[in-house]
T-cell receptor, first 113, second 116 residues
């Protein structure tokens, strides 16, 4: 069953912050985040494992709350290059690999100057 | 350059005409997978392979076949394409699967298929 992402779309001005949520009805072991620019392949951002850890690089970070079966992606002081569609992928079993990863429907992020 | 290569990138075909979308990776990855992407539905897994000669169904396998005879190649076969298989297809690979490695997927550029 696909995880549910919210919002479906968001429009921001450069420098503003954004939060993208990913919720599952099933218990999760890991959550994977990808970004896809229009007409391109998805690119890996980060993976979060069971344990509630928060990860990040540059001004993009994420948290994972396995009790609530959800993850949130935080984009701080957004840049034009952050525009694209963000996908979360969830894995219910205790594996780190990409096997049987189930992706959400995506959140389209538009950053305007 | 490390990459996943898909061919063709664009294809228009007719119902019932068998076609194969090739996928090749040069990173010696064990795990490979096929996804289809449709508006509002995100990426849905069709088939995946844990290694040579090891394949399994994903969430939407109906109408598709795959094979993994060599580690680097993972072709997607549509024996009798139908209009509902019109979609954007992505092949992806990962170094390891099933509990090892980071799980990072490397995607190909995508193949846009139209079935009339």
């Amino acid at each position: 069953q696909q995880p549910v992402q919210s919002p479906q779309a968001v429009i921001l001005r450069e420098g503003e912050d954004a939060v993208i949520n990913c919720s599952s009805s099933k218990a999760l072991y890991s959550v994977h985040w990808y970004r896809q620019k229009h007409g391109e392949a998805p690119i890996f951002l980060m993976i979060l494992l069971k344990g509630g850890e928060q990860k990040g690089h540059d001004k993009i970070s994420a948290s994972f709350n396995e009790k609530k079966q959800q993850s949130s992606l935080y984009l701080t002081a957004s840049q034009l290059s952050y525009s694209g569609t963000y996908f979360c992928g969830t894995a219910p079993k205790p594996i780190q690999g990409a096997q049987k990863l189930v992706f959400g429907q995506g959140t389209r992020l538009t950053i305007n100057p | 350059e490390a990459q996943v290569t898909q061919n063709p990138r664009y294809l228009i075909t007719v119902t019932g005409k068998k076609l194969t979308v090739t996928c090749s990776q040069n990173m010696n990855h064990e795990y490979m997978s096929w996804y289809r992407q449709d508006p509002g539905l995100g990426l849905r897994q069709i088939y995946y392979s844990m290694n040579v000669e090891v394949t399994d169904k994903g969430d939407v396998p109906e109408g598709y076949k795959v094979s993994r005879k060599e580690k680097r190649n993972f072709p997607l076969i549509l024996e009798s394409p139908s209009p509902n298989q019109t979609s954007l297809y992505f092949c992806a690979s990962s170094l390891f699967a099933g509990g090892r490695g980071t799980g990072e997927l490397f995607f190909g550029e995508g193949s846009r298929l139209t079935v009339l």
